[in-house]
């Protein structure tokens, strides 16, 4: 958030916009209220009359952007986190995984070679099939840019009531930028270090008198990553949306997104007795000549009406289409005596897997909400439906015979050869989804409310695979030598209920518990092992899960500042564990369940002071395990603590600084209990703001000021080093429209 003014000129009255200072206050972490947010005097242009508005009430700005929810965010019995775009650019934060870093309960884990993209786990339990584009599953594997988010909201928790299939953990709302009646003109540069380059573009106009009005945003962005030799990343995106009939009893927005990718993959370093190689953070094992490009297409109506005072119709209908293609370079070594060798004599095998891929979503979503009374209790009901058809078409290979590199000194530069590439398989997964649901808050008093909900849903897969026999002579597809079939009807319910005791506006008290579901072809797939390529999970029933809550939720000083806290349980039941029966195939036998407590500050600590702060305990557990595996083991990227705290200090009119503190415990990358971990760290930035202008700002950022050697993300066979010290300058200019 900035402490310049924006401001608009109605007939005679020069008036502030809404300040991004009172836009994240009122999207505050906790979706807590904030009445007013302060913001600098205006300065006028000319001699006239001067409106100051000093932050808006909550009206919609308290609101969550589900149509699913009725109630403030505050009175949402549930744990619910939103960062703004104003923190994003705060926080020089270019990618949806810096962003996730920022939260606690959310850990990365790194790629594999079956998919890309954003790989998050909330609470512990893994959250990669949990994305969401304006509450419509967005499951393509590309890597999200924000330069097109109004807000990113994370529910914590269970929802596959809200959601359908998925959210055991949580679910991840990304949150676009609409066409709006005001003009804007705002173009921002940022140059960095690592050969850092980034603008965006933010455009809007009303077109007539009737509530029509377009907005365009558009996003330049290349670099490498700081400390990191060989990966790099280009990125494109343009997002043109109309809307017409805004402040009309009907709305309608037609939208679409593209964002183009063609990076270098960074598969990080290997591991070493269970352990991070000993090597510089700089190591890279792959080749330059390494790629990842992807291509996202995203097409959106969204239609509301208004039928009264009391009813609402909310649609939507989106098509999206995902490709992908890419060679990616795992390093291992695969000496069984390496770690009592010298690292001078241990050298590097380079797994290489080569993907092509494409996904396809078609889906329609309808919402009713309804405020009713019956006798003196009063009814906010939401139902509605969904239908969704999802397909996803990869095709696999790995390369055979290629030149491996050593441990500490790493060629990256050679030209890429194999002795053959080989194909393995070519899949085909069709996902159907037919769904149910009804979410009824019952106000009995001012004071206490009943939420209980359900949602039903049928999710249809149809899976179909050839398996090759492999490459005769470089480069040949090779012969199919066998095919597989899958089909399978999953029919689930998802409940929620909470009580909420409200003893006064401002404080809010609830206990709420929730479930959710796992099917086996979850993320449109069968493959569950990205080496063997198996289908372990086929034919089983989805896992299950459920979660109990028990939450406050405040508002403080007047409602400038928002608090909440939360100790919550969440059980998997029958988690997928390897079938002693069946070798290659998995039962539902396990139980994994994690305990904890999250808090979370945010508004104006006083006047010139803004805080945007949080915390998360995490006690995991492998209650039941599978044979031959630890019990009592710790879950893979659940650290028992994590804390993210953002400070922006107003010093003078023109100038502002912030500072950033960060810290994750020790983490597993595996759920054995003596397996492959990473120690704990922390992260210090800091940011400093000076409004040359009312239009013109320019900004300083230092990231990971103390140059901390970390791994921000995990998997059981390689791991990624986050970022060394990062430089970059920004000008942000909002220009005359």
Known sequence: MTFRPQKRVVGRVLATRRSRLAREVTRALVGGSAAIAAEGPVLAQEPVEEVLVFGERRDSFDESFLNRFTEPLRDTPQSITSVSADVLDDRVITSLNDVLRTIPSITLGAGEFSWQGNNPNIRGFNARDDMYLDGIRDFGSYARDPFNLETLEVLLGPSSMLFGRGSTGGAI???????????????????????????????????????????????????????????????????????????????????????????????????????????????FYGFDSDYLKTDADIFTGHLVRSHSSNVTSDWRVRYASYSRESRITEPLITDPNAATQPLEDLSIFRYVFFGDSEETLLTAQGTLTADLQAGDVEHSLVTGFELSSERSEPEFAFGIGVPGTDLLQPISDAPFSATSIEP??????????????????????????????????????????????????????????????????????????????????????????????NPSAQSLSLLSTGRGLGTNNALLDPEENRSIEGGFKADLRDGDLAFAAAVFEITKSNARVPDPNRPGFNALGGELRVRGFSTDVSGL???????????????????????????????????????????????????????????????????????????DYWLLDAMVRYNLTDRITLKLNLTNITDEYYFGQLHPWHVVPGPGRTVTLAANFFLAP
Do not use: C
């Open 173 to 283: 709302n990304q949150v676009t930028k609409q066409p709006i009646l005001d003009s804007m003109t705002n173009v921002s540069v940022n140059v960095g270090s690592d050969q850092t380059f980034r603008t965006t573009m933010d455009v809007g106009r009303p077109l007539s008198r009737d509530g029509a009005a377009f907005r365009v945003n558009a996003l330049a962005h290349a670099g490498e990553v700081a400390d990191r030799d060989g990966a790099e990343t280009e990125r494109f995106g343009i997002a043109p949306s109309l809307a017409f009939g805004l402040g009309s009893a009907t709305e309608l927005t037609l939208s679409y997104m593209k964002q183009t990718a063609d990076d270098r993959p960074d598969y990080g370093l290997p591991w070493l007795d269970g352990r991070p190689a000993p090597v510089p953070r700089e190591s």
């Open 424 to 517: 393995r398989v070519r899949a085909d997964t069709r996902g159907d989804t037919t769904a149910l649901y009804v979410l009824d808050t019952i106000k009995f008093s001012d004071a206490w409310q009943v939420v209980a909900g359900m949602r039903w849903d049928r999710f249809e897969t149809d899976y179909d695979a050839e398996r090759f026999a492999g490459s005769p002579t470089p480069f040949n597809p090779g012969d199919v030598a066998s095919t597989e079939s899958f089909d399978q009807t999953d029919d689930v319910v998802s409940y929620r209920a909470a009580l909420v005791y409200k003893p006064s506006v401002e404080r809010t008290w609830y206990l709420a518990g929730s479930t959710s579901f």
């Open 605 to 679: 600590l006083t006047p010139r002071t803004f805080v945007q702060a949080g915390y998360a305990y995490l006690d995991s557990e492998v209650v039941t395990a599978a044979p031959g595996t630890l019990a009592g083991a710790a879950l893979a990227n659940a650290p028992e603590h994590s804390l993210s705290i953002w400070a922006d200090y107003r010093i003078s009119e023109p100038l502002d600084f912030g500072v950033g503190l960060r810290y994750v415990d020790e983490q597993l990358a595996q759920n054995t209990g003596q397996g492959k971990s990473v120690p």
